[in-house]
C-alpha cells in the first residue's frame, strides 16, 4: 500500500513538473512572440508614411499670413515623430517690411510641428540689398531657423559679409525682423577702407 502511494506521489511531482515545463514553454514563447511584434511594430512606425518629390509649402506665422516658402528636391515624413527629412532644401522668407531672403543646404530636416528648420551641409544665406540695407551673405555648415520668430541660429563657425565688411565667429545669433546679429566666440571683422559706404557687420560677443 505504501508503495502504491509513494509511486502515485512520484508520478503525481513528475506530471506536475512537465506541466511547469509546459507553462513556462509557452509563456516564454508567448514572450518572444510579443516582443518580436512590438519591434517589427516599432521598424514599421519609424518607416516614412510618405514621400514628396519637388515639394513646396508656404509657412504661415502666428498672425496668418504667410512668412516662409519651404521647398526642395524630395520631401520624406516619417509619422513616429511627424518629422521630415528634405533632401536640398530651399528656405525664402516673405516678411514684407524686410528685403526677401534666401537659405540653401545639401540636406534640412522639419520637425516641432514645422516651426524648426534644420539645415546642414553647406548652408549658405543671401539677403537682397534694400534702399536701407545693404546685401548679405552667410555661410556656414548647419543652421536653425525658427520661421514663427524669424529667428536663427547656429554654434559653428559662421563667415559673414554685409556689403564690403566681412565678420567670422563661432556661434551666431540673427533676429531677422530687428536685423540684428551677434557672432560668439573670438570673432572678426574686417572693415572696407575709409571712404567706402558700408557697415561693420556684427559685433562679436
Not at 13 to 36: D, H, K, P, R
Not at 62 to 83: F, M
Not at 167 to 188: E, F, P, W
Amino acid at each position: 500500500m505504501r508503495k502504491r502511494t509513494a509511486h502515485r506521489w512520484r508520478l503525481s511531482l513528475t506530471m506536475l513538473l512537465f506541466v511547469l515545463v509546459a507553462l513556462g514553454t509557452f509563456w516564454l514563447v508567448e514572450l518572444m512572440n510579443q516582443s518580436g511584434q512590438e519591434m517589427q511594430a516599432d521598424r514599421y512606425r519609424n518607416e516614412p508614411d510618405y514621400i514628396i518629390e519637388r515639394f513646396s509649402f508656404v509657412r504661415m506665422n502666428q498672425v496668418g499670413q504667410p512668412s516662409y516658402i519651404i521647398s526642395g528636391d524630395k520631401l520624406t515624413h516619417r509619422p513616429v515623430d511627424d518629422s521630415s527629412d528634405v533632401e536640398r532644401p530651399v528656405v525664402r522668407s516673405l516678411s514684407g517690411s524686410q528685403p526677401p531672403m534666401l537659405m540653401h543646404s545639401a540636406r534640412g530636416r522639419i520637425d516641432q510641428n514645422n516651426s524648426r528648420v534644420r539645415l546642414d551641409g553647406d548652408v549658405n544665406l543671401d539677403r537682397s540689398a534694400s534702399a536701407t540695407s545693404q546685401a548679405m551673405h552667410l555661410q556656414t555648415e548647419a543652421l536653425t531657423v525658427f520661421p514663427d520668430d524669424d529667428t536663427m541660429e547656429t554654434a559653428l563657425p559662421v563667415a559673414l559679409s554685409l556689403g564690403k565688411s566681412t565678420a567670422k565667429g563661432v556661434g551666431m545669433h540673427a533676429n531677422n525682423a530687428t536685423r540684428q546679429i551677434h557672432l560668439g566666440g573670438r570673432g572678426q571683422i574686417d572693415l572696407p577702407p575709409r571712404g567706402a559706404p558700408a557697415a561693420p557687420a556684427a559685433a562679436p560677443q
